[in-house]
């Protein structure tokens, strides 16, 4: 009878090492997948982060024509006989409050 109970306890202990082995491995295929997301959501991250980058260094440089030019207008006494380049952007890229103190 002792030997009958230990042999049902080692296969037991078998049925729950193989579980244990099955758990192990689909916790580490999830950790692999998991990972696997994580570094496709940062190169999304940081191509979307470097779009707007150039985005906003487009708009600076808009700006900065669209600043030069005025100056250059306002300077020459014209009042604006000549349209400024990207005019209507100008109201996209600068809250009203701004344009105000600008013009």
């Known amino acids: ?3 009958q109970e230990v ?6 202990l078998r049925l729950s090492s193989k579980k ?4 192990e491995s689909r916790l580490k295929s999830q950790e692999e997948q998991a990972q696997k997301m994580m570094l496709e959501y940062q190169a999304r991250l940081e191509e979307g982060e470097e779009r707007l980058r150039r985005q906003q260094e487009d708009k600076e440089l808009q700006m900065k024509g669209i600043i030069s030019r005025y100056s250059a207008e306002r300077g020459s006494g014209s009042h604006f006989s000549t349209p400024i380049p990207f005019y209507n952007q100008l109201l996209v ?3 009203s409050e701004e344009l105000e103190l600008i013009f």
């Open 7 to 12: 042999a049902i306890l080692q296969d037991k």
């Open 93 to 95: 890229l600068i809250p």
């Open 20 to 23: 244990q082995e099955e758990y």
């Open 1 to 3: 009878k002792y030997q």
